[in-house]
């Protein structure tokens, strides 16, 4: 629970999160929030009342599967409904891993926005203080009214140590 302001703007924040053991069933965490911003206090502001509402669960099976799912929902006063999903799977072997993931969002910038990305992701993890990775990762944007955009193509590699 929290609230305050931000840029003055009144802020409420709510959220509860889970992470344990489940024993042969693996490990499982999970997080769900709810926001509220009043931008009725900055004047004049169209958005007025602000709400957004998410949440996402992961899963680690002890084979080295495991799943994450999260959503996201924001609408305002003035109209905007504007939705977020996302989906990755990946498998963990030794010092290796490997995920594929995928998300999609309408109406984040403008309504009628169609935004999607996929990917797939490597790490390589020789000792408890190394990672090696690599990964790749498109990204469209389809809007409404014969705009059009070029796919965006990313590709990253990397490493990182661990102090």
Aim: charged letters at 20%; glycine letters at 14%; zero cysteines.
């Amino acid at each position: 629970l929290g609230t305050g302001t931000s840029g003055g703007v009144e802020v409420e924040e709510y959220g509860i999160s889970y992470s344990g053991n489940l024993g042969a069933a693996g490990t499982l965490a999970f997080a769900v929030g709810f926001s509220t911003k009043d931008f009725s206090t900055v004047a004049p502001d169209p958005r007025g009342d602000q709400e957004t509402t998410g949440g996402s669960i992961s899963w680690l099976h002890p084979t080295g599967w495991n799943v994450t799912v999260a959503t996201s929902n924001v609408e305002n006063d003035a109209g905007k409904d504007s939705d977020f999903n996302y989906l990755k799977v990946g498998y963990t072997m030794g010092k290796h891993a490997f995920s594929v993931d995928f998300g999609m969002g309408d109406d984040q910038v403008a309504v009628g926005d169609a935004a999607k990305h996929f990917g797939v992701q490597y790490v390589f993890s020789p000792t408890k203080a190394v990672d090696l990775y690599a990964g790749y990762k498109t990204l469209s944007l389809d809007r409404a009214g014969g705009v059009t955009f070029n796919d965006i193509d990313i590709l990253t590699v990397g490493s990182r140590i661990k102090f």
